[in-house]
């Protein structure tokens, strides 16, 4: 029996842990440990129920913009004006919403994920005339490689020529999402952490030049996502035709939808959204989503325990690191009692089990492509094209959007806060599921609870032993150098996790 | 010969938007930050960086300690986040020793004390930030009360902000590079280097005209000075309105929205949204003395 600590899980955002122990090569328990706690969700409590658009964006700089619109959503509902958000003010957060999502599915796969596939060290052997190649090439020679080695050697796979080629990708990248950044800022001020989404809409002006700067920057991005990042996650996935096996979870998949096509719906889930509201599994057949199935347990969290789960409308947070048993500061939602997991996979799968066209053609002409059954989405390399196939998606929707703006027409609808009133408010992160709510009283937060992607994802344990979505994507995996556990790593990053998110 | 300038980036309670914003530098790009000559004949060897780096727990935190031991006395240590502390420190650990997580207390302390220079990067590092907040669940501080606390006497630059604009984190450490470490006289009464939040947002405020006739914005989308929706410009000190965001492409006030006062101590205690109160407004050259309304 061996114990593989990774702690930090590096390339991911925040503070994790994972710890495993294998037996015979293979992984026979695994804990996902949450390793920070600020208490953002207390800071909230007394403040005024505006400020929660702007604080919760800094539950996580590299998600602010789905915080943003998950708590101006919650704050529309709890003030009752939503559906009465003017169209303009609907287009414009879906806007921000999208251009950032689209930014962060690219950073994920080329600065967060590439490195365990493509060795970057291959360009000490370019000798071509790309002179970004060349300055890599000299960096190399130096000798300095931080940060860039060390790492787990042993199973880089791609042909010299391929590693370049994805390294000078992995360049390109790091402009294609400033970009990304760049049509956040036009219609929201700045990013990380934006200023443009707020309860009634959005607080920009718009005008035409705004709107013909977003779409030519994502005109840009969307050449990007289609020549060079589709095509390089297939590269990666032919490469590593066992990560389409490997990794494969609880196969329990939930999406919140996202993005709001009408104005006029009050009730959330009834949205009619580009991203379906729904849950499906395994044999990929539709399922509604009921809110009131979501609940929160902390069996083997850091908090006081309170006998059972908790609705996220009545949910608490009491910190108490001495709990015997527990493990980690995140919780661990569940939906109707059961483990799911949550993420672009999730959405693209709700989309395809209900049906939609363009989603359906999408996955399967990406599968065909790879030879690989509809199963292999629930994989490592499954959730990596998935997140790709959602980049693709938005950004082709983004471009209807941005042309739907009325320039110099309203954007947003006043409104008081309440002297009493609850809410909630659902979207989807970049890593999924977003949801926040929200309690007022005497005009102030009297309780807020966000439950966030990765809290789904990178749950413990719950009270009846279930292993969160991570830990069982780890458990039964086969490891073939355990001083070098790449499956273990690879199979984390591929759900892309949030920690500051995920416990906040 | 190029020399190498050792950092180290250690993520205390943190939410990574100051490192996802130092990724938006626009010239240099972050690429010629970490890969290139950043200035002729120095090469950042930015060593720990777990949201960047290549390895992996133990490998990572090796470089860490090694950085520490070998460079000692020239690298540099930036920090973002906030640092839990006291009975709660054990809310933000990375990495283990002899079996026990280690907290970010401990590996700041280890860090800071063979630093050539420490660099706040952030407004919660500077100043505490969001997680200090009332009622700062975690007891988090800042890293020169931490440094205060243990005697621990380096050069320590604050660059705030929710997040800090890349240029203010380029650009601090460019002048390090090229002029050595900053007097006190190039940083203000709280760590700030002048050069970039040397004046008010205020008095570089394109709107500034409308609050001198007192023309004031009612609501968002509004024209004129958003004052009374809680703009904080009056009293922050930061360069936003000449150098906007994201390769100068917008910024908060030119989005429409009031200045949330992100580069101060005072951030985020101030409610947003609601007019400041108590405070002594600059009034450079005003018409309008703030006794009354206009019409």
Redesign the interface.
Known sequence: MTKIVIDPMTRIEGHLKIETTVEDGVVKDARSTGNLFRGIELILRGRDPRDAQVITQRICGVCPQSHGVAAALNLDSAFGIAGQIPDNGRIIRNLIQGAHVVQDHILHFYHLAALDYVDVTDVAKYDGKDSELNSVKTFIERGELGPFVPRYEGDYRLPPEVNQMATAHYIQALEIRRIGHEMVSIFSGKIPHSVGIMPGGATCTPSMDMITSYLWKLRTVQDFINNVYIPDVLAVAGAYPDYTEIGTGCKNLLSYGQYDLEGGEPDVTKQKRLYIPGVTSADLKPGKLDVDKIAEYVTHSWYEDYPGAKHPSVGETKPNQDKEGAYSWVKSPRYDGKVYEVGPLARLAVNYANGDPVVKELVDSALAQLKAPLAALFSVMGRHLARALCAKLTADNLEKWVLEVKPGEPTYIDNEIPEEATGFGLTEAARGALGHWIEIKGYKVDNYQCVVPTTWNASPRDENGNPGPIEQAIIGTRIRDKDNPYEIVRIVRSFDPCLACAIH | M?Q?V?VVWL?A?????????L??S?SP???NV???EVIPGV?I???????????????????LEDTAREKKGSYVLAVDGSI?SGD?A???????RNGR?VTLEERLEELAKDALVILAVGTCASFGG??A???N??N?RPVRELLEDKGIDKPLVNIPG??PHPDWIVGTIASILLNGLPKAEDLDDNLRPLAFYGKLIHENCPRRAYFDEGKFAK???DEGCLYELGCKGPITYAD?PIRR???G?????????PC?G?TQPEF?NL????KLVDVELPVIGAYWTGEEEDE
């Open positions: 190029v190498e050792p993520a309670s943190s939410c990574t938007g100051c490192s996802i914003s990724l938006n626009a790009s972050i690429k970490l890969v290139d090469h060897n930015l060593r720990f960086h777990q949201t960047v780096m290549a390895g992996n727990g133990e490998q990572a935190i090796q470089i839990p709660t054990g809310y933000c650990v990375m990495g283990e997580p969001i997680p907040a009332a009622p669940p975690s988090a929710c997040p609501k968002p989308g936003c965001w994201n390769n492409t917008n910024w908060v006030i030119g989005a429409g929205s949330l992100c985020p409610p947003f949204y609601q």
